[in-house]
T-cell receptor, first 111, second 115 residues
């Protein structure tokens, strides 16, 4: 069964707006990662946050992690039409290898 | 360098046939993963290999599914007696060793259609 659950399932925004996606999980983790998928094929890694970190930035991406609530959020600032994709969170178990993905958020950015 | 490659990119088969899917990981990546993604859904963990350790097969949905890996290179995922519900994209990913804090690199996937 999937560990991660994401919301919203789908998000439609205007170019220039910020997009926030949330991820919740159930068990202890080693780290949490966010991936992006275009056109239903290969995924691309965006950012990794360790279990002892609370916030991380990479370009227009900001990720937060709250291990007490077992949740994470991904914020994309100043969105662009090219950001249109599906975004998945993935949690690595405490051993660091087994990785479980959420169901994903489908983001549509209108130009 | 070369990324993760998978073959075939598309496979159409008849119900009841066996299929074999191949994954070539990035050279030097000791961890290799297989996932299944049904249309419009998230990734479902199937199995991972890490070096010489026993693979974690906990995600394989039935005994019709099996996977092997030759050393730290090629892996094959075999589905026997395919069913229509096996239709999905099968994704492979590999990862470097040495730390748990690194990302997976994904192949383009194999789209399997069972008629």
């Amino acid at each position: 069964s999937q560990q991660g659950e994401e919301d919203p399932q789908a998000l439609s925004i205007q170019e220039g707006e910020n997009a926030t996606m949330n991820c919740s999980y159930k068990t202890s983790i080693n780290n949490l990662q966010w991936y992006r998928q275009n056109s239903g094929r290969g995924l691309v890694h965006l950012i990794l946050i360790r279990s002892n970190e609370r916030e991380k930035h990479s370009g227009r991406l900001r990720v937060t992690l709250d291990t007490s609530k077992k949740s994470s959020s991904l914020l994309i600032t100043a969105s662009r039409a090219a950001d249109t994709a599906s975004y998945f969170c993935a949690t690595a178990d405490t051993g660091g290898f087994k990785t479980i993905f959420g169901a994903g958020t489908r983001l549509f950015v209108k130009a | 360098g070369a990324g993760v490659s998978q073959s075939p990119s598309n496979k159409v088969t008849e119900k009841g046939k066996d299929v074999e899917l191949r994954c070539d990981p990035i050279s030097g990546h000791t961890a290799l993963y297989w996932y299944r993604q049904r249309l419009g859904q998230g990734l479902e963990f199937l199995i991972y290999f890490q070096g010489n350790s026993a693979p974690d097969k906990s995600g394989l949905p039935s005994d019709r599914f099996s996977a092997e890996r030759t050393g730290e290179s090629v892996s094959t995922l075999t589905i026997q007696r395919t069913q229509q519900e096996d239709s999905a994209v099968y994704l492979c990913a590999s990862r470097r060793a040495g730390t748990t804090y690194n990302e997976q690199f994904f192949g383009p996937g194999t789209r399997l259609t069972v008629l």
